[in-house]
């Protein structure tokens, strides 16, 4: 009988992609996913520690966790519980010590041990945690098997981990290690397999994925991620790329170039910068300045005057002035976002911001953060209705709530809403846009296609030059 594996995924999509991953890892040993904890046989909390209060919301969650696993020993049965990603590698230990219940803790770079690690708690027995958190010297992608499940029409694949840029504020050089690049004919052979499967659109993954420097595939040099790009255009059926986290300083002009000339690249760019203020960017350690920031922004547009810009902010750093936060307004509005995230700091134990003395008031930074937000949602709103009554093309990869809809992206990735038969999904239509919400877009399906359904029609890939 099928073993039941229940993981649930906290975070970015790096640990969307881990995830999917264990789940490969562990399909060899019976493992088969399961949307419930009840009656699972395995449990696995895959952790990020960058939002605030991470680990007591994790420890909240093994409290509840300990009543399925003790429901299960009723019944004669086992339910193995696993903490793996981000915050585990950060409590290592001390999780073991205060959550007993818990059989395996797992770091970001270990997890293809898995096989190994199970076998280790199944033979200890309950209440004898097996810990795992090293930086081991072989890279686990060589160690990973297949993929085993198709990810569907629109898919991630993870080119690079780690960080070493050490921004202040933030503990993934701490948690997922030093920055490291697969090789790309690894990332080439994963993509191809992606696209047998189905796959339509990549997002391509790292801590710093701009950072991206494989080792080509004759063993001579690397490649940049602009040149990765380019070559992962050529994979026959490949409609879409798309790349998450970047950092500013690794925006090189063979990345600009590719945003210019590789049709497959969206036109959508998640770019953080944090902060407005020069003083304040320094603080973080983040290495560039506001203007540079402007510039690259200015650069990247005149080589794709259609590019729409996401970004992340966060206020009330140690230390920031009113002047400072209003740097960040003004920043905002020079650039103008599609999207963006916005967080309060909050103090991350190990960080060098977190010892810093002149922490700004929780009032403060609340209010600061409201202003914030509520400029950047008009900026949003308005990128929205900007598309109304435009054709877009759009992936729909998933079934809606109601009846007889389905959902996509459009390049921007903008959530689009539309009623269509259900042999469209994972196809690429174009779509009439009506309306316009904070979050999302409702649209109709051009009338020739969703009658005609050709496959030409639904492959158009066409975004218009101009600016939106």
Same mark, same amino acid.
């Given at each position: $009988?099928?073993?039941?594996?229940?993981?649930?995924?906290?975070?970015?999509?790096?640990? $969307?992609?881990?995830?999917? &991953?264990?789940?490969? +890892?562990?399909?060899?040993?019976?493992?088969?996913?399961?949307?419930?904890? #009840?009656?699972?046989? $395995?449990?696995?909390?895959?952790?990020?520690?960058?939002?605030?209060?991470?680990? #007591?919301? +994790?420890?909240?969650?093994?409290?509840?966790? &300990?009543?399925? %696993?003790?429901?299960?020993?009723?019944?004669?049965?086992?339910?193995?519980?696993? +903490?793996?990603?981000?915050?585990?590698?950060?409590?290592?230990?001390?999780?073991?010590?205060?959550?007993?219940?818990?059989?395996? /803790? /797992?770091?970001?770079q270990t997890y293809h041990r898995l096989p190994e690690l199970v076998a280790r708690a199944e033979r200890a027995g309950p209440g004898r945690g097996i810990l795992d958190t090293d930086f081991p010297e072989e890279d686990k992608f060589d160690r990973l098997p297949e993929e085993s499940r198709p990810q569907g029409p629109a898919a991630f694949l993870s080119i690079q981990e780690g960080c070493d840029k050490f921004c202040t504020f933030c503990v993934v050089p701490y948690t997922r290690g030093a920055e490291y690049s697969r090789p790309a004919a690894d990332v080439l052979a994963e993509a191809r397999r992606l696209v047998a499967q189905g796959t339509r659109e990549i997002t391509l993954l790292g801590q710093n994925v701009n950072a991206y420097h494989g080792e080509v595939p004759d063993g001579r040099g690397d490649w940049g991620l602009g040149r990765l790009t380019?070559?992962?255009?050529?994979?026959?059926?490949?409609?879409?790329?798309?790349?998450?986290?970047?950092?500013?300083?690794?925006?090189?002009?063979?990345?600009?170039?590719?945003?210019?000339?590789?049709?497959?690249?969206?036109?959508?760019?998640?770019?953080?910068?944090?902060?407005?203020?020069?003083?304040?960017?320094?603080?973080?350690?983040?290495?560039?300045?506001?203007?540079?920031?402007?510039?690259? /922004?200015?650069?990247?547009? #005149?080589?794709?005057?259609?590019?729409? $810009?996401?970004?992340? @902010?966060?206020?009330? @750093?140690?230390?920031?002035?009113?002047?400072?936060?209003?740097?960040?307004?003004?920043? /905002?509005?020079?650039?103008?976002?599609?999207?963006?995230?916005? @967080?309060?700091?909050?103090?991350?134990?190990?960080?060098?911001?977190?010892?810093?003395?002149?922490? +700004?008031?929780?009032?403060?930074?609340?209010?600061?953060?409201?202003?914030? %937000?509520?400029?950047?949602?008009?900026?949003?709103?308005?990128?929205?209705?900007?598309?109304?009554?435009?054709r877009l093309p759009v992936l729909l990869d998933r079934h809606g709530k109601k009846p007889g809809q389905l959902i996509g992206r459009s390049p921007y990735m903008q959530s689009v809403h539309v009623d269509a038969p259900a042999r469209l999904l994972g196809r690429i239509v174009d779509v009439d846009i009506t309306e316009a919400l904070p979050n999302s877009l409702h649209g109709r399906v051009a009338t020739a296609i969703c009658e005609s359904g050709a496959d030409s029609a639904m492959d158009n890939q066409h975004v218009e030059r101009a600016a939106i």
């Open positions: $009988m099928k073993k039941k594996l229940y993981i649930k995924t906290y975070g970015c999509q790096m640990n $969307m992609y881990d995830s999917a &991953r264990m789940a490969d +890892v562990l399909a060899p040993l019976g493992y088969a996913p399961s949307d419930s904890p #009840e009656g699972a046989d $395995m449990i696995i909390l895959n952790t990020c520690h960058i939002r605030e209060k991470a680990a #007591e919301k +994790v420890y909240s969650e093994l409290g509840r966790l &300990r009543e399925v %696993q003790a429901g299960k020993a009723e019944t004669g049965g086992r339910t193995l519980i696993a +903490v793996a990603g981000c915050v585990a590698q950060a409590e290592g230990e001390e999780m073991l010590r205060r959550a007993p219940q818990v059989d395996l /803790v /797992v770091g970001p380019r070559e992962l255009a050529e994979i026959d059926g490949l409609a879409r790329i798309r790349y998450t986290t970047s950092h500013p300083r690794d925006v090189d002009d063979e990345l600009i170039a590719a945003h210019r000339d590789v049709d497959a690249l969206m036109p959508f760019l998640h770019l953080p910068v944090q902060s407005g203020s020069d003083r304040i960017l320094e603080a973080m350690n983040r290495r560039h300045t506001a203007d540079t920031y402007r510039r690259i /922004v200015d650069r990247l547009r #005149e080589a794709q005057p259609n590019l729409a $810009m996401a970004s992340d @902010f966060i206020v009330g @750093f140690p230390g920031e002035s009113d002047a400072d936060f209003g740097e960040t307004l003004r920043l /905002v509005a020079d650039i103008g976002f599609a999207q963006a995230y916005s @967080f309060k700091y909050s103090p991350r134990p190990g960080t060098p911001a977190s010892t810093v003395e002149t922490q +700004v008031p929780e009032e403060v930074k609340k209010e600061r953060l409201a202003g914030l %937000q509520q400029l950047l949602g008009e900026q949003q709103l308005a990128f929205n209705h900007r598309t109304v009554g435009r």
